[in-house]
């Protein structure tokens, strides 16, 4: 994995914008809380000069409660295709783009379908993004030059602030070097981003720590392209009918291989190896007495060789834990210098353990061994 080529002799100003939640905003207001008021306005400050630099076309990094996103003015083509430079990302994986009203989709896509509507009411603001038709106004560079295009509305104060004074919906992924794991804290934007971007606002920890669901709603069955905390029977309760999933979402690593064969993801990101800590990773699944063995068999025989072994193992039911911690456990493992990362499966018959296991497995490269 190399770093940006040109980008990293910028000089990258940092801000801590952890005080403007709703939380903060509400002691300021509500209750008159001066020392509230003064953390919130300097934050307010801050974000307002990240947003001059997206209307100067320049690249921000900020907090959502997914992962954080690495965010250009998406009408802006210049500004978009810095994006793909400095994350050294595949100019055919497109971004997803951030609104801070959920009228302002009709800037994105011509028409709202019912189930659209449903869903925006529903979920936004929050962590589900819709795939629908694209208007033409829309650069194609951000939809890697699909004609549909990836929308959300994320549920962060901060978040929507940003993209409110940018004046513009804000194109994002994550604010990673691609392959790298999803940056969850402020730091991880920093340590991948400082040097390259304009401006980087440091937000704490994010709440959910995995990427948001992606439905295609574009055709007429809605179809799950990437899982998130949002599954797909919470989307076939609000739009009365069943969600399909995109096959190659079940499958173990094929397209990685084979992009183009019959389990190519319908979602271009999903076909890259993701996620990757520096160390390498094996996944074991069955019965957890026996994944415990295992795990503990392993790791006493590679340490016996030399190696420095970690291991992600969390509570069997702890869906949420585990999404909330994945990406920043593997990025503590690589700063530990770990050579190989032993990690125990998650029930996939659980949504979030199907999300949070589409990660791990990518993460690992597929390399996984039932016990
Ligand atoms: P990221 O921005 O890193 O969270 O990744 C966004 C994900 O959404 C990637 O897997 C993209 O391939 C996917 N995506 C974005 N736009 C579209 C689209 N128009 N059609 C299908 N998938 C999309
Ligand atoms: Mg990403």
Redesign the pocket.
């Known amino acids: 994995m190399s770093l940006p080529p040109d980008g990293r002799d910028m000089e990258t100003r940092i801000y801590d914008v952890s005080a403007f939640t709703e939380e903060t905003l509400r002691l300021a207001d509500l209750h008159g809380d001066r020392e509230a008021r003064r953390a919130a306005d300097e934050a307010l400050a801050a974000i307002g000069e990240a947003a001059d630099a997206l209307r100067r076309g320049g690249l921000v990094a900020f907090p959502t409660e997914t992962?954080y996103?690495l965010g250009a003015d998406a009408f802006c083509e210049g500004a978009v295709r810095k994006v793909y430079e400095v994350k050294g990302?595949p100019s055919d994986?497109?971004?997803?783009v951030h609104i801070a009203r959920a009228s302002d989709v009709a800037m994105l896509t011509p028409g709202l379908s019912p189930d659209m509507v449903r869903l925006i009411d529903a979920f936004w603001p929050g962590p589900l993004?819709l795939?629908a038709p694209?208007r033409p106004e829309l650069p194609g560079a951000v939809?890697?030059g699909?004609g549909?295009?990836?929308m959300r509305m994320p549920d962060c104060a901060a978040a929507v602030e940003l993209i409110r004074r940018a004046g513009s919906p804000v194109a994002?992924?994550?604010a990673n070097i691609s392959g790298r794991p999803?940056p969850t804290r402020g730091e991880h934007a920093v340590r991948d981003l400082d040097g390259a971007v304009d401006v980087i606002l440091v937000g704490g920890e994010c709440r959910v720590g995995i990427?948001?669901t992606?439905l295609?709603v574009?055709g007429p069955s809605p179809t799950v392209?990437?899982p998130g905390i949002i599954g797909p029977d919470d989307i076939a309760a609000v739009i009365g009918r069943e969600v399909g999933m995109d096959p190659a979402l079940r499958g173990r690593g094929e397209a990685l291989a084979d992009g183009a064969g019959a389990a190519a993801p319908?979602?271009?990101?999903?076909k890259y190896r993701h996620y990757a800590p520096k160390a390498e990773m094996l996944v074991l699944e069955g019965r957890r007495d026996r994944v415990e063995g295992e795990l503990s068999r392993l790791k006493a025989l590679n340490e016996g060789v030399g190696r420095k072994v970690g291991v992600l193992l969390f509570d069997e039911k702890a869906f949420v834990e585990a999404a909330h911690g994945f990406f920043a456990r593997l990025r503590e493992m690589d700063d530990e210098g770990v050579d190989l990362i032993l990690a125990g499966a998650l029930s996939e018959s659980d949504s979030l353990g199907f999300a949070v296991m589409n990660r791990m497995l990518r993460a690992a490269g597929y390399n996984v061994a039932r016990v």
């Open positions: 992962v996103g990302r994986n497109p971004m997803i993004t795939v694209k939809t890697g699909l549909t295009v990836a994002a992924p994550s999803s990427e948001s992606v295609d574009s392209l990437r319908k979602a271009p990101g999903m």
